[in-house]
């Protein structure tokens, strides 16, 4: 890792990042610096000191230094809570390999007419019987930590998260204890990535009982990102015209590529730091 950044943006990144985030070269380089610094007095935190992941969490911050040494302590401590989704993240895992078979998390290669990463998440693909729900969410963050790692712009943009709820019963819904619930919503807020909606499609009568307990553990900002569907896929303007026409190869292929990335990755996985405790 470089501890100088390299920028490598388009001249309409730059200028978005800079309209809207408030980034400049010079503002870039010393936030870059003073972060570094703060890190360096701070080895407790164990935090990764290179440049491009300090960006990742300034971008998130808007380059606002007290809230990217907040975000960054919180980040580090709530891995370091949960560490049955940070350790031995090996792809080759065979329990880690049916999930990835099953797709029930993929980024799409599509963005959306905002640039944002779309990432669909098949919340019923597992059987709650088989699969262990901790299982399900160490790969979302191992693909979600991978397409930061591959895909600078995202820090930009930010991400839409699409969660399909087809076919959802309720041994799936009692995996979903309420501290499992503050966990997962710990790590979208602490995130260096800004997360720009949540949309929850195929949504059951019920699914209120279920999202009540999610926005307890949210921000207000978080909240107010929240929509209901109770309409599935087909509806959302966001996803490409394949995936509409024809999902079931449209995930398959998806679920593919991202297995192969994830094997081709797996040394970075294995070693990340992000994972390190305090």
Known sequence: MSDVYACNLSEQDYL???KHL??????R?????????????NPNIKAKS????????????KFDIPKTIAKIKCFYQARSKVTEWYHNR??????????????????????????RLIVVIKV???????????????????????VLHLDETISIYGVVAVFDLENVTLGHALQLHPLMIKKLVDSWKFYPTMVKRLDFVNAPSYINVVLNVFMKFMTKKLRDRVVVHKTGLSTMTCLPEECIKHPKAFFKDLSNYWKEQLNLYRDWLVNDMSTNVL
């Not at 440049?51 to 911050?61: D, E, K, Q, V």
């Not at 080759?92 to 959306?112: A, M, N, R, T, W």
């Not at 019923?124 to 991978?146: E, I």
């Open 16 to 18: 978005y990042a800079q």
């Open 50 to 61: 290179d440049a491009i992941t300090i960006l990742h969490f300034l971008r998130g911050c």
């Open 90 to 115: 090996d792809p080759y895992l065979c329990e880690l390999q049916e999930l990835i078979d099953l797709g029930v998390f993929l980024p799409l290669k599509h963005k959306d007419s905002h640039n």
């Open 124 to 146: 019923a693909a597992h059987d709650p019987k088989k699969h262990l729900q901790d299982n399900v969410f160490k790969l979302g963050q191992m693909v979600m930590d991978l």
């Open 29 to 41: 380089k010393d936030s870059i610096i003073a972060i570094q610094q703060w890190i360096s007095q």
């Open 22 to 27: 408030g980034e400049t070269e010079s503002i």
